[in-house]
T-cell receptor
Framework: GDSVTQMEGPVTLSEEAFLTINCTYT??????LFWYVQYPGEGLQLLLK?????DKGSNKGFEATYRKETTSFHLEKGSVQVSDSAVYFC??????????FGPGTRLSVLP | NAGVTQTPKFRVLKTGQSMTLLCAQD?????MYWYRQDPGMGLRLIHY???????AKGEVPDGYNVSRLKKQNFLLGLESAAPSQTSVYFC?????????????FGQGTRLTVV
């Protein structure tokens, strides 16, 4: 079945540092790719998505590009803020199947 | 527009007790899901439904049952709770439209089985 590998956390950065969270996936067919974010005490919410190769999803300063050749969807942000502290989940999705979530990467941003 | 609402938000059960978690969505979504989240394990799919009256097993279905009698509601039942079912449970719903999709999550139910 589909699966996701995310870089292990926790990731601790200082405010304004550059962020990369790696995500690679194994999936049949041609999945859509998602990044979800979970703030403390809350459910998951969509951060960004991409539906085809070379598409770039972006939101709130975060970006990720759908790389079919490397089956990757790495999350980046040029300058993190304390408010970005959360757990980030990468998830491929194939139509008619289910979202498959990785283990999540916890990010802590220090002032 | 409430989105996905889970009831209750917290619950403590004794081993062997039963309970039902309710998930309600007001977005007219066909797909609904129940996940559990445990430390270091990410989200694992328990059961899901692709429409009213249909359910299917996910990755970790043992010890749980579900029902989808109405399109907007998805119930998760624990017949005889065990300490291993201590977890945070999340319900989600999703739409699928011309190749586009997105899952919407509830706020979670924290269940402790003692």
């Amino acid at each position: 079945g589909d699966s996701v590998t995310q870089m292990e956390g926790p990731v601790t950065l200082s405010e304004e540092a550059f962020l990369t969270i790696n995500c690679t996936y194994t999936a049949t067919g041609y999945p859509s790719l998602f990044w979800y974010v979970q703030y403390p005490g809350e459910g998951l919410q969509l951060l960004l998505k991409a539906t085809k190769a070379d598409d770039k999803g972006s939101n709130k300063g975060f970006e990720a590009t759908y790389r079919k050749e490397t089956t990757s969807f790495h999350l980046e942000k040029g300058s993190v803020q304390v408010s970005d502290s959360a757990v980030y989940f990468c998830a491929p999705y194939n139509y008619g199947q289910n979202f498959v979530f990785g283990p999540g990467t916890r990010l802590s941003v220090l002032p | 527009n409430a989105g996905v609402t889970q009831t209750p938000k917290f619950r403590v059960l004794k081993t062997g007790q039963s309970m039902t978690l309710l998930c309600a969505q007001d977005m007219n979504h066909e797909y609904m899901y129940w996940y559990r989240q445990d430390p270091g394990m990410g989200l694992r799919l328990i059961h899901y439904s692709v429409g009213e009256g249909t359910t299917a097993k996910g990755e970790v279905p043992d010890g749980y049952n579900v029902s989808r009698l109405k399109k907007q509601n998805f119930l998760l039942g624990l017949e005889s709770a065990a300490p291993s079912q201590t977890s945070v449970y999340f319900c989600a719903s999703s739409y699928h439209n011309s190749g586009s999709t997105e899952a919407f999550f509830g706020q979670g139910t924290r269940l402790t089985v003692v």
